[in-house]
């Protein structure tokens, strides 16, 4: 007896077992249609709920405005606005693919003993259009960003003021950052990517503000180039309008020369040469050279430098008649001159422009460090031994007032700079051009000024001072006395 009864109780519970066991899978299989409760759907918590229960509440969270956060200020984003909604089709086989997952072996034995899988936020699918949310970006960019300042002309204290740090919106890190922050139902906030950006250095284009700001009160026409030529960075206003030739087109004379003679060995020629880039009041040295390269003929000198200029690819700038010659210099037409008006009113005889005579003042360096277009052009005639020469003798041009200080651009340097220059005038035109050799900092700077009758010269040595003292602080960051 007592082992019959042993047999059925052992049957018993075997069958209490498996009835258990079935009864526990089937709730399994039901588990497996609903989300675990450890589980999460786009940050919400959704636990115990069906696939279509879970994607409705995900469906109304996501219609809630987001909250987005750009820096301090906290804007709402209606996502109808860019146009998100759930995509219900791709959401759905999400979180299928996800639930299937669980059937993996062990799961069972797992929810046997009550194990609760692992918690995890399952992603879901949105439709938003990427235009639209560009275009809201765009706007909240406009609306808050502050770009960088570089430093600012101050003509009160005749300086520069320092330059400002700013911040931009990332658009497209931001865009990422939204279009993922829309698909989320908890939390509804995302923060945008802000870029501090640092105050930008010092630039030609603020310098170039600075002259224009005090230009504007000027009554004639200024022609001015600048050239950074550590950086190569130029920054130029009325660059390609004519100006009479002025003094200035005895440095293309002093090229034509060493072109075609000898400046090395030739002493008597070389100390004409420098008179003639030294001495304002040296005319017959100039005509001498020109008669020099005209074998004799003065005129024919001329049309050789305008011939040298061309080759240099200068073709604004020309010599059609000597300095002081009579006669009816031959029409010569530039790209510059052939405009309808020249309210510089330019000298048949020479005319240059701020940039070619700039340019010629690049070459005239590069050719003295043994680089640059001269030699190539002129086949090695011009050697960088002559270049050096000319150059140091326009650093001996002084050019005083009767006080014996300096004047036009030399007057805005610091003391002890050289400064490489060709001045030159007439009554209505004042112009300075030369290269700043500082060590540090080399630059041209060619300012012409012209007023209709008279350019005064005590304006233009004032203004020709002032600009030279600003551009020599954004260089040599140390303004002059």
Known sequence: M?????????????????????????????????????????????????????????????????????????LMLDPADVEARLDRGKSRELLQQALSERQRPGAFLQFLFRQPPPPRDLPVAIQASPEKIRLWLLEVARRFDEPPVEPQPDLERFAFTPGRPGHVLNISRSAERLQAALAQADPREVALVVDEKPAPPLSLSALGRFFEAYLSSFDGTAGIFIKDLRRGETWMRNGDLPFSGVGVMRLPVALAVARARDLIHDEARRQTVFRMLTDETALPALDTLLGDLGEGDPAKGAERVTAFLRELGLVNSFMAWPFDQPGTPPAVVTPANSRPELPTHPDPRQQTTPEDLGVLLEMLRQCAQEGGPLPLVSEGAVQPGECQFILEAMTQNRLPDPRGQPTLLAAGLPPGIAFARRPGWTNETRADAGIVLAGRAEYVLVVFLHRPILMEWEQAVRMMRDLSRITSQFFLGTPSE
């Open 2 to 74: 007592p082992r019959a009864w042993n047999r059925w109780l052992s049957r018993g519970v075997a069958l209490l077992l498996v009835g258990f066991l079935i009864w526990q899978f089937a709730l399994f299989q039901q588990e497996l249609q609903r989300i675990p409760r450890t589980w999460t759907v786009a940050g919400l918590a959704v636990g115990g709920r069906s696939i279509e229960e879970a994607l409705d509440a995900v469906e109304r969270a996501l219609a809630a405005p987001l909250r987005v956060q750009y820096q301090d200020h906290t």
